[in-house]
């Protein structure tokens, strides 16, 4: 992963608000999103303390840490994520995932998986194998 600013990070936007200023965010909670160190780099950058926000995990790897069951960036209230212009790669691909052995696919447990078409799916799996390799270090999809 390059340095990049987040503006000229891909993603993939759905209309996860489900009221004026509420938020689906079924995926904030119980997270185990892997983070890059570009993306940590990117939320010091914000004000924020890596051991306030992340978690490394038993298999090694660095991941959103839940405070009360959800992502430590969740408004529990609203359901917004209080950096989402600048959250880790993956919540920004997400519900793309890498499943090993499938390869790039979109999470049927994201309520709006069904508005995830093909074209997207071919043009951000590079985005994801990319991510995988940076977490992982090594391809795993
Ligand atoms: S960083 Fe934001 S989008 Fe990602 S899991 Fe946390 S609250 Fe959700």
């Known amino acids: 992963m390059s340095g990049a600013s987040a ?25 185990e999103m892997p983070l890059t160190e570009d993306d940590v780099r990117r939320l010091e950058r914000l004000g924020y303390r890596r051991a306030e926000f992340a978690v490394r995990g038993p298999d090694g790897v660095l991941r959103l840490r839940n405070v009360g069951g959800r992502c430590y960036f969740l408004d529990a209230r609203t359901g917004a994520c209080r950096v989402y212009e600048h ?31 093909r074209e997207a799916v071919s043009a951000l799996a590079p985005h994801v194998r990319r991510l995988v390799r940076a977490v992982y270090g090594r391809p795993l999809c």
Request: proline share 14%.
């Open 7 to 31: 503006a000229e990070l891909p993603e993939l936007r759905l209309p996860c608000r489900v009221a004026p200023g509420v938020y689906c965010a079924r995926c904030c909670y119980g997270t």
């Open 87 to 117: 959250r880790p790669l993956g919540c920004r691909l997400y519900p793309l995932v890498c499943v090993p052995g499938l390869g790039v696919t979109v999470d049927p447990e994201c309520p709006l998986h069904h508005l995830v078409g």
